[in-house]
């Protein structure tokens, strides 16, 4: 596949306007766009509760085996539920009551605040492991495991500097100590290739809205191997998890599968919307989408060697294409003013603190002229120095 081979299936509503933040929230899909008018319209409008006979309520397991089949799970090991934070408490609550005896948390520095927030909030010890700011410290991870130790939990694609890991040294290593293996796959899921089953992993959580595609807000999914899900307890017990939902029994009886892990009523109409982009993502299939995003990352590569770094800017990305994620980041010391000057000139990256700007092409709807043409707006951005107007400008969401 081209990279942007599949533009003209997403609402593109102004063709100048270069996206760059497919890694944050994903374009919407056209097919998105229709199915959100019938779901509104006929689905709410005309089915109304029967709707819930009528694809509501399995939805979050049948599009869940959707998911599954991006990331190398098997059927019935992944539902959509809440947000990723959430699901993360979830599933990292259970592996600590799934390894009594053990209060130990292994993570790295690389990891999203929000999985350091909810991993620390447990009541058990978090290590956090120092990196080199870029790349996963895989030794001194290994090196951090002891018997102590119940969970590894990592951002499989870390956030800022894309860094991606292999899962298999890591799950032998977890394993070797007893310990499971939770994976945040947010920045992986819909960008590149990944095997759950064969890299032995325990359990996963990952969002919806980057690369795939689903929307602002949109519900979060989780995965747990189908071998423990037996011995693994959902903390937030509620009917939805119940193995027989509509017994209305006031004692909690887990339901079997993966379904345990629901709580409540499922967002219907956020979840629906779902669907289509995790259907394109399937029908290219995740090889074709990881070669076009190594050309888009690539070419960012390129103008950062020819142009960037010769005018300041840093590069906080790995260049291996082994370990490297979907995104790529270039640091300056006033990066939000530049990334400022960025949006203003149409082209939409992203800012994450200290000063790292993140480009993050989406394969799927992302051109190699589109990365041309935002590198050069930011080639003139640094010679002309307008960046600087930005310097006092306030903003919430960077
Ligand atoms: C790697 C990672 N984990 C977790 C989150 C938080 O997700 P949520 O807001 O769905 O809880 C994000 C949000 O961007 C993220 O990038």
Redesign the pocket.
């Known amino acids: 596949m081209e990279p942007g081979a599949l533009a003209d299936r997403f609402v593109v509503t102004d063709p100048q306007l270069v996206y760059l933040d497919g890694n944050?929230l994903g374009r919407l899909p056209q097919a998105a766009a229709d199915l959100g008018v019938d779901l509104v319209a006929r689905q709410w409008g005309d089915r109304l509760i029967r709707g819930w006979n009528e694809g509501w309520f399995d939805l979050p397991e049948r599009l869940g085996d959707k998911i599954a089949g991006l990331i190398g799970a098997r059927p019935g090991e992944v539902t959509v539920a809440d947000?990723?934070?959430?699901n993360l408490h979830r599933l990292a609550t259970a592996a600590l009551t799934a390894r009594p005896g053990r209060r130990v948390i292994v993570t790295d520095d690389l990891n999203?605040p929000?999985?350091h927030h909810a991993l620390g909030a447990l009541g058990a010890e978090l290590r956090i492991i120092p990196s080199d700011g870029i790349h996963g410290p895989v030794d001194d991870l290994i090196e951090a495991l002891d018997d102590d130790v119940a969970l590894l939990s990592l951002?499989a694609t870390a956030?800022r500097s894309g860094y991606t890991y292999d899962l298999p040294p890591l799950a032998g290593a977890a394993h070797g100590v007893g310990a499971l293996v939770l994976w945040?796959l947010?920045?992986t899921a819909g960008s590149i290739p990944v095997d759950l089953t064969g890299g032995d992993a325990d359990l996963a959580v990952g969002?919806s809205y980057k690369y795939l595609n689903g929307g602002p807000g949109a519900p979060?999914w989780l995965y747990a191997r189908s071998e423990l899900q037996a011995n693994l307890l959902n903390p937030h017990a509620g009917w939805m998890g119940h193995a027989d939902v509509f017994s209305f029994s006031a004692e909690h009886v887990p339901a079997t599968g993966i379904r345990r892990f629901r709580t409540g009523t499922p967002p219907v109409v956020s979840m629906a919307l779902i669907e289509p982009g995790v259907d394109l993502i399937a029908e290219v299939g995740m090889e074709a989408i990881r070669a076009a995003s190594l050309r888009l990352t690539d070419r960012l590569l390129r103008w950062f060697d020819d142009e960037m770094e010769p005018r300041g800017m840093g590069l906080a990305s790995p260049r291996d294409p082994a370990v490297r994620g979907g995104h790529i980041t270039l640091t300056h010391p006033e990066g939000l003013a530049v990334d400022l000057a960025l949006l203003e000139a149409g082209v939409v990256p992203d800012f994450r603190p200290p000063g790292g700007i993140r480009f993050g092409p989406s394969p799927l709807y992302t051109t190699l002229d589109e990365v041309d043409r935002a590198m050069t707006v930011l080639v003139e951005i640094l010679d002309s120095g307008r960046w600087a107007k930005h310097r006092d400008d306030d903003v919430v969401v960077t």
């Open positions: 944050s947000s990723t934070t959430i999203f929000s999985d951002s956030y945040d947010s920045h969002c979060a």
